[in-house]
């Protein structure tokens, strides 16, 4: 089995209705159970919460600390469109640690996901898009910070852009972020990643892999020494919120191809949920077991 970390504080109650589908953390377990990908009980890695001090190399420090505190302003509260609690700070914290624990283990194992994270709006000032802190980017920034990287590739098929990971690395030519993503879509500002890909509403599964394959191929001269996969599912047809309009073949399909991309170049692989919204959360976490499944192929 490959190294899957997760914590049972991923979930901060909601209120009904929510339009977060906080729940589909919860029943992703249930489902990696289901397919033998995890034991019925433990089979994972849980993380300490993130230091300020870590969430802060990426994020405005005045901004973290609010957070930390359960301060946020109620703009920021708006923003981000997740209530000012406790246990939402708490697993924000927790992400952003799981992220960059699952990038360590991806160093010793060659590959490594974690049951949350991908929480891409998330920028040098603070939360917007339900993410409240950007987990890859903390992860990213800290390898860096350490010394164990010297290049970072982020690839990031959520079917929205990643702005906040644009932003944040924007001038730093040690981090390559990759976004293809929905055009009309959330946000209707976009930023500019290294290399950005919107793609028309409806796009099925045959024009979407022969775009993923071509900006692939525009990677080969990077060289990066670690693989950020960002591996949202609501491009999939029947996503609330997604408007590619793949088939779970398709998704499948997607996640084997980045997964490859990394592994034959024998360069570590770090997975992370990213989105993905139905009223179905057992439906919903079917489609996020696709990558754990084709991860495994590789442990």
């Given at each position: 089995?490959?190294?899957?970390?997760?914590?049972?504080?991923?979930?901060?109650?909601?209120?009904?209705?929510?339009?977060?589908?906080m729940?589909?953390?919860?029943?992703?377990?249930?489902?990696?159970?289901?397919?033998?990908?995890?034991?019925?009980?433990?089979?994972?890695?849980?993380?300490?919460?993130?230091s300020?001090r870590?969430?802060?190399?990426?994020?405005?420090?005045?901004?973290?600390?609010?957070?930390?505190?359960?301060?946020?302003?109620?703009?920021?509260?708006?923003?981000?469109?997740?209530?000012?609690?406790?246990?939402?700070?708490?697993?924000?914290?927790?992400?952003?640690?799981?992220?960059?624990?699952?990038a360590?283990?991806?160093?010793?194992?060659?590959?490594?996901?974690?049951?949350?994270?991908?929480?891409?709006?998330?920028?040098?000032?603070?939360?917007?898009?339900?993410?409240?802190?950007?987990?890859?980017?903390?992860?990213?920034?800290?390898?860096?910070?350490?010394?164990?990287?010297?290049?970072?590739?982020?690839?990031?098929?959520?079917?929205?852009?990643?702005?906040?990971?644009?932003?944040?690395?924007?001038?730093?030519?040690?981090?390559?972020?990759?976004?293809?993503?929905?055009e009309?879509?959330?946000?209707?500002?976009?930023?500019?990643?290294?290399?950005?890909?919107?793609?028309?509403?409806?796009?099925?599964?045959?024009a979407?892999l022969?775009?993923?394959?071509?900006?692939?191929?525009?990677?080969d001269?990077?060289?990066?020494?670690?693989?950020?996969?960002?591996?949202?599912?609501?491009?999939?047809?029947?996503?609330?919120?997604?408007?590619?309009?793949?088939?779970?073949?398709?998704?499948?399909?997607?996640e084997a191809?980045?997964?490859?991309?990394?592994?034959?170049?024998?360069?570590?692989?770090?997975?992370?949920?990213g989105g993905?919204?139905d009223?179905?959360?057992?439906?919903?976490?079917?489609?996020h077991?696709?990558?754990?499944?084709?991860?495994a192929?590789?442990?």
């Amino acid at each position: 089995m490959i190294p899957l970390v997760y914590h049972p504080h991923y979930i901060a109650p909601l209120k009904p209705g929510h339009r977060f589908p906080m729940s589909k953390y919860g029943y992703l377990r249930e489902e990696l159970v289901s397919r033998g990908l995890l034991p019925p009980t433990g089979g994972f890695i849980a993380p300490a919460p993130a230091s300020v001090r870590q969430v802060a190399a990426v994020h405005d420090l005045g901004y973290v600390e609010r957070v930390a505190g359960h301060r946020i302003l109620p703009d920021e509260v708006r923003r981000i469109g997740l209530p000012n609690t406790a246990a939402v700070a708490r697993r924000a914290f927790l992400s952003a640690a799981g992220t960059l624990l699952a990038a360590r283990l991806a160093f010793e194992h060659g590959i490594a996901c974690n049951m949350a994270g991908g929480s891409h709006h998330a920028g040098p000032a603070g939360g917007a898009g339900f993410c409240v802190f950007n987990d890859v980017a903390v992860a990213a920034q800290s390898l860096l910070d350490e010394g164990l990287v010297r290049r970072v590739l982020i690839i990031d098929c959520d079917v929205h852009q990643g702005d906040g990971t644009a932003d944040i690395f924007r001038d730093n030519p040690r981090v390559f972020t990759l976004s293809l993503h929905a055009e009309k879509n959330y946000p209707a500002r976009k930023a500019r990643s290294d290399l950005d890909f919107p793609l028309p509403d409806g796009l099925k599964d045959a024009a979407y892999l022969e775009l993923l394959d071509h900006a692939l191929d525009r990677l080969d001269g990077f060289a990066p020494d670690i693989v950020f996969y960002n591996a949202g599912v609501d491009p999939h047809e029947e996503d609330r919120l997604g408007r590619l309009a793949l088939t779970s073949e398709g998704l499948r399909a997607r996640e084997a191809r980045v997964i490859a991309f990394a592994r034959q170049r024998g360069v570590p692989f770090t997975g992370v949920l990213g989105g993905g919204y139905d009223e179905n959360p057992e439906r919903l976490a079917a489609r996020h077991a696709i990558l754990f499944e084709e991860a495994a192929r590789y442990g």
